[in-house]
């Protein structure tokens, strides 16, 4: 063979798309079957892995030409990925946050923009004949008609949608987990958020690469034009094929790594107008002070809160209460979330040990340690909060101190 088949770019792309692929196959092999997040992930290296290949295809050096000799049928198959890889990564981070995610019937809902772009191929181009299709091919009069510019448009800033959505419930993610842990500070969600950020800033870069294309048609500009010095627009494209590698080749091994031991929560109920007035009557039976006298004596007769691992199911359980119906008493009586009002009794507890003179000894630290607090920079804030001075003030003049 006295030709190359591919450049240096090109191989970036073919190495992205068989690592994807690899790591797709690894998480489906290994996974447990009731492990829905690796499905997901999976899903998502699966409909990636088409998307290096697709600009290969389309974009690649001499590869293209060998595709439009021998396999033209292939040309435009990879571009349903464009419509499925960001749906996936947010149905991942979800399925991560939320422990009974599930796929539901109005989530099929995010599978109409890949019937449209299926739609607007089919009239646009499958229905001429096999000789005009590859007239387009070769000239790339399709891929620069108003049609197809349009739908690249369209799904490369839907991507970026997709993206925002899953980092901004990521970002929400702690808000959330206060309802149902005591100590939220040992979850280390860094390499989720940089899994996300990582691929907003490739989906950025490539809506702006469409962006340029939609107004370079209707001016007639051609930003994508050679020009002797390097064309810019094409440095950002190449960027985005690099900074994806990157990407696959150390975030995902990052995630396998970590998200097994990621803290779900349960997903908040969404039952309909009929099933919340059903559950009306028995909501207010919860809602009156004996419910919430009864925990807060036990609360205080057993020290639950003394473990540093209580979760809103495991106080559920010794209460005998269902969790969601603790949860509620604890939101509407206590005006507090779980987070908020396991701690309480915990600064409660630290006040009394720093001024009992069997604790003379121990430092603060070795104090709300014994608690159930686990980070001296959340216990200093709770406690300044809720008592009105540092510990170490308490502990020298306990007098006019606020409580719980």
Known sequence: ????????????????????GFFALLLIATNPPNNISNYFLAAFLIAHAFIPLHELILWGADFKLQVRAHAPGIYFVGGFAYYLDAVLLYFYVKSLVFRDFHLRPKDYLHLLPLGLFALFMLLAFYRFPAATRLEWINSEAFVYSLGYIGMDFFCKFLRVAYCVAGFLLIYKYKDILKNTHSNIEKVDILWLKILVMGFLVVTAMEAFLALSKAIGFATGFDFLAPHPSGNIIEYIGLSGYYALFVLVCTLVFTSMRYFSN?????QKDSSNGARESAKKNAQEKLLNPEYA??????MRSQKTYL??????????????????????????????????FINGYRIE???????????????????????????????????????????????QNPQAAGTK
């Open 307 to 340: 473990n540093p691992e209580l979760t809103l199911d495991m106080l559920a359980e010794s209460l005998a209460i269902p969790a969601k119906d603790l949860s509620m008493i604890i939101n509407r009586h206590f005006n507090l979330n779980f987070y908020e």
């Open 349 to 395: 507890e630290v006040q009394k040990r720093l001024i009992d003179p069997a604790n003379k000894d121990k430092t603060i630290t070795d104090i709300y340690l014994e608690v159930g607090f686990n980070s001296k920079s959340v216990f200093n804030t709770f406690f300044k909060k809720l008592v009105g001075k540092t510990p170490s003030e308490y502990r």
């Open 1 to 20: 063979m006295d030709f190359v088949v591919f450049n240096f770019h090109d191989v970036i792309l073919l190495m992205t798309a068989m690592l994807c």
């Open 293 to 298: 006298e009864k925990i807060d004596s036990t």
């Open 262 to 266: 990621f803290e779900a929560v349960r």
